[in-house]
Every structure is written in structure tokens, then in C-alpha cells.
């Protein structure tokens, strides 16, 4: 009776013991994971593997997310991505359990051996060093390191330089070092790892050739991508807007307006308006549902630890002010199409995509209406200092540049009317025709950007 199920269990843990197999290509990937890949990118693509991935973790810091890397952590494969928090790219990869994944370079496996010998005869001679801080002997390649823990019994003698593995490949004791982890990175140093441009890795790593291209706002006309040599403007048609752009990643219509009962026309049936989502150059478009044209622009900074992570790359933005909020219409008028202008982790859950909506028109169905905007005059700008606004920047200093944006909207959106948003509220300050959408860490996480009411398209 006891036959039958012996021999399925066998086969059932070989299935489930089974390693995934990574190619080692120093300096730049291991497996799928190329180094300038993007974040968005990365996280698309675990979701798609969750038959082979089960468990993500993401880790950043929730009080500042440009003080230290992006992590992406897959405990299963016993691997660790890092980002670089200001352009989301990856540029170090950290096998921090190399039992746990089968490692190729050049069709042999590196990891089946652990031993420091193993791992110099198959990529060669290298000049290892004793890193004291890290109590570890390092043996160094082009794009990659080899990291090695040194019992504490032989610390001293490595740190006076007394003995050197490359020459005798085991400890003083006759016992073997074993590999302990191994980081592939960009650039020369893995201490300060690099990322290459995006035109030498985009085809790659699935990226976009515009990635972090630089998006000038321009409040009364509209955006300008420089890196692609097009713009777009209120009043354009959707025709136009794709002829500039290409055609949009989704397209969502609008299935409700909160606002539409203060109108004067509120019973007027009219067509809804809708986005031409444009997810990796971060950035929507609205349009009226009846006129056809552009009314309304949004960029967005793809901040973790926001209730839209991971639906947008970063949009490199810059919005050019006068310090002086007064000057800001004025601005509008004489500006010319030629100028310049605490640690948290999540766990990532695979889930089916769903229509984006933009979070000021949708949830606030126009709410920019009832924004306390600044009232501004007509002088002239050319004197004033400006203010640069960027996905770097801290709305604090921003508003503190400005002087005076009135009073915030605080907006707590949920996914469904029956959950919570478990990110918390954030906060839309309205400035002219612009509102900027902040987190509670003082970051800008969206801009939006309108054509103000008494302007004829």
C-alpha cells in the first residue's frame, strides 16, 4: 500500500528542489536582470513569473526615498536588486545566497563548488584584497566581485597582509574559504556602482530609448520632451498628440465626474471625456469627450510608497517658475514654444492590470476648482529669479520659493469604496493653472497641469 506513494514523492521533491539557471555576464546582467534595466521594468517582470516567483520584497525609505537604493529582494533565487533611487535603474546585483540559484558563465556552472579556488580557476587571475570593514576578502573582477567571509581567528593575519588567498587558496588553518556572496554592478567600482546610458542598454532591458529624457511643463501651452524633439499643447487632437507621441499604452474613459452637479449644464448629456495613458514616458493625456482635444496634461514621478507606484516610469520633469507667484500668468503670456524653460518593505502581490485613472480629474472629478489659486498679475518676469521644479525636489522648499500656493486638498483615495488606501493621504496644492500632488515625506508625486477657464483653446 505504501508503493504507489513512494514513488511520486521522489519525483515531487526533484520538481520543486529545481534550481532556475542564470547566464553571468560580468558588468552587465545575471540572467533576466540586465544592469540600467528600470524598476517598473523589473517589477513586470517578476509579476509575469509568479509561477516560479512567489514572494517579492521591496525595500526603500518611507521618510526620504532619494536617501538610499531601491532594494527588490527575491528571497527564493537568493537575490538582491538595487536601484538608484533618482533615475529607478539597477545598478548592482547582489546573489547573497548562491546555493539557492545556477550560475553559467560561459555554459559552466561557477556555484557548484563554492570553494575560492573553484571560483579563481574559472574566471582567472585576479589581485584579491583583505576588506577589513567587511571582515571578508574580496576577489575582484571587471563587473563583478567575489566576496569571501575570513574566520575571526585569521582576521589579524589577513588585515597585517600576511597571507594572500590568490596565492594560497586556502586558509593558514588548511581549511577551504567558501563564497559567501557575489555582486555584479555597472561601472568600475562596486562601491559606487554606475549605470550605463539608456541608448547603449535599452534594447536589452526592455526600456524605453526615451527613458529619463528630460519633459519641460509648460503651464498655458503644454509639454515638451526634449530627448524626442516633439511637443504636445492644449487644444491638439488626438491624431496630433499620437503623431507627436505614438500610440498611448491604454486609454481610459472617465466613468463619472463628482463635480458635474455644480454645473450649470449639469444635465446636459455629453460624451466622457478620457486619457491616453502613456505609461512609460509617465505621462497622461486628457481629452474632451466632445471636442476631441487636449485639455488637460499629467506627469508623474512614480514615488514608492504611493497609492500609483509601479503604474508609470518616472517622468523626468521641469516646471520653470518666477519666485514670485504674481509673475506666474504673466509668465504664461509671454512665454515662446522656443524657450527654455525610516526604511519600509511591501511585498509585491502579482495582480492583473487594470485601467489607470488619473488621480485629479477622476477622484476629484475637477476638483481644481475649488483650489484656493493665487491671483496673479500681469508684470513683467523677465528680472525675477525662477524656481525649478524636478522629481528631486521637496515641496517645502518649493512652497517656500514660491510664498504663497493657499491652502492644500487632502485627498484619501481608496481602490474600491468597501478598502482603505493603505498608503495614507496626500496633498493637492493648487498654484495658477498647476496642481501639485505631495506626499506626507514632502515629495511631488504628480503635477497636473489645466487650461484655465477664461483661455479659449
Known sequence: MDSPASSVSPVSERKSDKKLEMDVIPGKAIGPFCIG?????????????YQNIHSVKLFYSDEDPLCMDVLVQIPS???????????QRLHLIDVFDPTKVTLLYNSN??????????????????????????????????????FFPVPAVHESIFAQGKTDLTVDFLFPDGSDPILSNLCLFGGSDFEAPDTPPVSEVYRRCSLSPHYGQQVQVLPGHGLRFKGMGVEVHFGDSCQTVITQLGPPSDVFYKSE?????????????????????????????????????????????????????HRYDRCNFLVQLPAHTSAVRSLNRHHSSGDEAGIVSATVVNQQPSAVMNPVSQELGGAEAQMSNVDLS??????????????????????????????????NRAPSPNTTNPFGPTLFWGLSDLIFEVMANNYIVSITMFLPEDVPQ
Open 378 to 411: 500681469d508684470e513683467a518676469v523677465e528680472d525675477l529669479p525662477s524656481v525649478s521644479i524636478t522629481p528631486l525636489s521637496r515641496w517645502d522648499a518649493v512652497k517656500d520659493s514660491l510664498q504663497s500656493c493657499g491652502k492644500p486638498v487632502v485627498f
Open 109 to 146: 556552472v561557477i556555484n557548484e563548488s563554492l570553494a575560492f579556488s573553484s571560483i579563481y580557476h574559472s574566471f582567472g587571475m585576479a589581485r584579491g584584497k583583505y576588506d577589513k570593514k567587511r571582515r571578508k576578502y574580496l576577489l575582484p573582477y571587471p563587473g563583478l566581485v567575489f
Open 77 to 87: 533565487v537568493g537575490i538582491e536588486l538595487r536601484f538608484n533611487a533618482e533615475s
Open 37 to 49: 534595466m528600470a524598476l517598473n521594468a523589473l517589477l513586470t517582470h517578476l509579476e509575469a513569473q
Open 257 to 309: 465626474d463628482k463635480m458635474r452637479i455644480h454645473s450649470s449644464r449639469a444635465s446636459t448629456i455629453s460624451c466622457a471625456d478620457f486619457f491616453y495613458n502613456y505609461f512609460s514616458l509617465g505621462v497622461d493625456v486628457l481629452f474632451d469627450g466632445t471636442s476631441l482635444k487636449a485639455k488637460k496634461f499629467v506627469v508623474h514621478a512614480n514615488v514608492p510608497g504611493h497609492f500609483d507606484f
